[in-house]
């Protein structure tokens, strides 16, 4: 599994006699929370200076043990920096190298928002992620520290992230040739894309950053605050641009949605045997109003009701013109030997006199 590092508690500062300490509370677990890294491991808590991401004013080493649901630590800083705002960054040494080779961690390290090292408040409960793309471009995701689905990171969404890569290297693997073909063309014209259920919006940002494109993340009421908060930190490649808005799978579409598109994605969002029933009622009408759309689902499978969104895109005439399974990061251990992947679907409809309403 990819395995978090979660703030159970963000950061609190508390001003002492000679040191100022920073009191947090992490996990290491999965994107689900359902489960906690089952062995030993070194992390890293680092004080930084805000806004100067490397300027670390102190690090202390802190273990996570095997078995353990939370650990709590307490940083304690040189009183000399009180008052300076900063954050505090949990990290593993793996993450860091990953990072400068730009892949994927196998432990995803987390920033906190900006405090200052004063007074007693706990930071907002709202976290950054950062993840290195293949092009040296950073895709800086903030995520919600609860349990919201929409407002946090989940596997199928670094699986995409694997997918670009490999998509634009120059030798993609079998399997993802239709996507391959549509990066090739953005070289000389903008790609349309837009993205369903896009959740923090990790998926088509990082796409944004990688190739050139208008691409449009909708996904519910709900998610709009954290989507707008991180096309704001986005770094789109020149000629591309990021716009969010709300679009309900269960509503009907409205006429933004009478775009061409040339390419829709849908990152881990076929697990609601009752949503998904809308999710392809969407699909089938996006891609009746452009037939040449590719589709490219991805997700992780957690249940066997998720088959139930494959039937009922056979049903709604969708041809898979193209599969891949991704590997994720994963570290091998003992309680967890099967390495996880992220499942790729590629679709276009097959127009029939029925679906040309
Ligand atoms: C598991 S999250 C995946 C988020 C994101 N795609 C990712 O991979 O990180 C599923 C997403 O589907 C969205 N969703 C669920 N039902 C929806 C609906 N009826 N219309 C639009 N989006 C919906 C949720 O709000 C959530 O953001």
């Known amino acids: 599994m990819v395995q978090y590092i979660r703030f159970l508690r963000t950061p609190q500062s508390d001003v002492g006699k000679k040191t100022v300490d920073v009191l947090a509370v992490v996990s290491v677990t999965t994107d689900l929370g359902d489960a906690f890294f089952s062995e030993d491991v070194e992390l890293v808590a680092n004080v930084v200076e805000a806004n100067s991401p490397h300027g670390v004013l102190y690090s202390q080493p802190i273990r996570w043990q095997a078995s353990s649901r939370a650990l709590k630590f307490t940083v304690h800083c040189p009183g000399k920096y009180v008052s300076r705002p900063v954050r505090l960054h949990v990290t593993a040494k793996e993450a860091d190298s990953a990072y400068q080779s730009l892949e994927i ?62 998509a634009l290297s120059t030798s993609p693997v079998d399997g993802m040739s239709m ?68 679009l309900d799978w269960a509503s009907s579409l409205d006429d933004s949605s009478n775009a061409n ?5 849908v990152s881990d969002c076929i697990y609601n045997p009752d949503s998904s029933l809308h999710l392809v009622e969407t699909l089938r009408q996006l891609a009746t109003r452009t037939p040449e759309t590719l589709i490219l689902v991805g997700y992780k499978r957690r249940h066997t009701e998720d088959d139930l969104f494959f039937a009922r895109m056979r049903k709604a005439n969708f041809d898979t013109v193209e599969t891949l399974n991704i590997p994720l990061p994963h570290i091998d251990t003992d309680q967890d030997v099967d390495v996880p992947t992220a499942e790729f679907f590629a679709y276009r409809i097959r127009l029939s006199p029925e679906n040309q309403r």
Not at 261 to 265: A, G
């Open 261 to 265: 598109y040339d390419l829709i994605l």
């Open 105 to 166: 961690p196998k432990i995803l390290d987390v920033w906190s928002c900006i405090f200052p090292l004063s007074n007693k408040q706990r930071t907002d409960p709202i976290v950054e992620r950062r993840i290195a793309l293949s092009n040296k471009s950073v895709v800086k995701m903030w995520e919600e520290t609860g349990d919201s689905i929409a407002r946090h990171i989940w596997d199928a969404g670094l699986g995409f992230l694997v997918y670009f890569a490999q």
């Open 179 to 246: 996507l391959a073909a549509l990066f090739k063309s953005s070289k000389v014209r903008r790609l349309r894309v837009l993205e369903l259920g896009a959740g923090c919006g990790i998926v088509g940002i990082a796409l944004a950053q990688l190739v050139k494109c208008d691409i449009l993340l909708t996904d519910l009421e709900d998610a709009q605050e954290i989507l707008a908060r991180n096309i704001r930190c986005a770094s789109p490649v020149a000629g591309s641009t990021v716009r969010s808005e709300v």
